[in-house]
Antibody, heavy 126, light 110 residues
Framework: QVQLVQSGAEVKKPGSSVKVSCKAS????????ISWVRQAPGQGLEWMGG????????NYAQKFQGRVTITADESTSTAYMELSSLRSEDTAVYYC???????????????????WGQGTLVTVSS | SYVLTQPPSVSVAPGQTARITCGGN??????VHWYQQKPGQAPVLVVYDDSDRPSGIPERFSGSNSGNTATLTISRVEAGDEADYYC?????????????FGGGTKLTVL
């Protein structure tokens, strides 16, 4: 049974950084994509970016370019999302999600997200 | 960037059929996925690749996609179906390749 277990809740000051982890078990970590999706209070889902561990390179949503870094450690089947220059609007639940990799026209990407982590609440407050 | 438009809310009586739409420019050319999210829980995939169901999802959930509209249909709606529903696609139509979610639809079972 595939499980994605995320690190615990964080409270951060504006301007600081946060790093959230997502440990996978029960599947082949490297051959799937891991994406990060956040949800601000009362709002919808927002994709931040993702990584395909077997390729090692991450793809980021334009909105978060330069402020988010997504990495993966194949040896521990763990993905990480680091968000810097935090502001109050970054207060949200952050989810990791596993996606099947689809390759077409020389481009590989995450298709649907079949397994999700439990979510990590990040609160940004002075 | 690519935009997916969903109605904010849909209401249906128990036993009836709910239809939740997801509009996007030529969305019929993309694979659409649907997620159900209940309060305080992570999203759950209920339909993928327009109309396929993951194992464990009831046959009452079905999907279609054509032209500029994708639709999630929930037949014989039950109280337990009350949740937020999101559509999602992968967009490679611009220089930037992104996962895109619709704004979400709150399904209320009357």
């Amino acid at each position: 049974q595939v499980q994605l277990v995320q690190s615990g809740a964080e409270v951060k000051k504006p301007g600081s950084s946060v790093k959230v982890s997502c440990k996978a078990s029960g599947g082949t970590f490297s051959s799937y994509a891991i994406s990060w999706v956040r949800q601000a209070p009362g709002q919808g889902l927002e994709w931040m970016g993702g990584i395909i561990p077997i390729f090692g390179t991450a793809n980021y949503a334009q909105k978060f370019q330069g402020r988010v870094t997504i990495t993966a450690d194949e040896s521990t089947s763990t993905a990480y999302m680091e968000l810097s220059s935090l502001r109050s609007e970054d207060t949200a639940v952050y989810y990791c999600a596993r996606g099947e990799v689809v390759c077409t026209g020389g481009v590989c990407y995450a298709n649907d997200f079949d397994y999700w982590g439990q979510g990590t609440l990040v609160t940004v407050s002075s | 960037s690519y935009v997916l438009t969903q109605p904010p809310s849909v209401s249906v009586a128990p036993g009836q059929t709910a239809r939740i739409t997801c509009g996007g420019n030529n969305i019929g050319s993309k694979s659409v996925h649907w997620y159900q999210q209940k309060p305080g829980q992570a999203p759950v995939l209920v339909v993928y690749d327009d109309s396929d169901r993951p194992s464990g999802i009831p046959e009452r959930f079905s999907g279609s996609n054509s032209g500029n509209t994708a639709t999630l249909t929930i037949s014989r709606v039950e109280a337990g179906d009350e949740a937020d529903y999101y559509c999602q696609v992968w967009d490679s139509s611009s220089d930037h390749r992104d996962v895109v979610f619709g704004g979400g639809t709150k399904l209320t079972v009357l």
